[in-house]
Structure formats: structure tokens, C-alpha cells
């Protein structure tokens, strides 16, 4: 086993899952990514974000808050001006 930094920037905040060869492997961050043990050989690394509820809120508030800004400068922004 070799510890080896994966070609992969590293967020300390993001929860990040590392496979080696179809197994779970604990990471740590060294210098801005990812770093785990690889064995001797070729070796099919996934590196994924694990998924969270947080994630699909903040989606579904940013597209609200989206259409709501467009819905708003849509209807005070552009009304035509009568004399």
C-alpha cells in the first residue's frame, strides 16, 4: 500500500466518499486534496460527494428565489410609463 493525493481538490466542508476497487477507503485532505492508500497496481478509483438533504433544499431555494426575482422585475421593473 502506497499513500498517494488523487488528482481531485479536496472542500473541508464537502463530505466526499473515495472507492478503491469497489471498496470504501478513508481519505484525508493534504494541501488542497484528497489523499488515501493505494495498493501496487492499477487500481479504479470513484471519488463522489455524498449525497444530503441540505443539498436539494438549497437547490429548490435558489431556483424559487430565482423565479421569484424574475416574476418581481418582470411586473415593477417593466411597466409601461403613462403620462
Known amino acids: 500500500?502506497?499513500?498517494?493525493?488523487?488528482?481531485?481538490i479536496g472542500y473541508k466542508n464537502v463530505n466526499y466518499s473515495v472507492?478503491?476497487?469497489g471498496k470504501k477507503k478513508n481519505f484525508k485532505y493534504?494541501?488542497?486534496?484528497?489523499?488515501?492508500?493505494?495498493p501496487a497496481g492499477d487500481s479504479y478509483i470513484d471519488?463522489?460527494?455524498?449525497?444530503?438533504?441540505?443539498?436539494?433544499?438549497l437547490l429548490l431555494l435558489t431556483g424559487i428565489t430565482f423565479i421569484?426575482?424574475?416574476?418581481?422585475?418582470?411586473?415593477?421593473?417593466?411597466?409601461?410609463?403613462?403620462?
Open 30 to 38: 493534504s494541501e488542497g486534496q484528497l489523499k488515501t492508500a493505494l
Open 68 to 83: 421569484g426575482s424574475l416574476v418581481y422585475l418582470a411586473t415593477n421593473c417593466f411597466k409601461p410609463k403613462y403620462n
Open 19 to 21: 472507492k478503491v476497487n
Open 47 to 57: 471519488v463522489s460527494i455524498a449525497r444530503q438533504s441540505k443539498h436539494i433544499g
Open 1 to 8: 500500500m502506497k499513500s498517494v493525493k488523487l488528482p481531485v
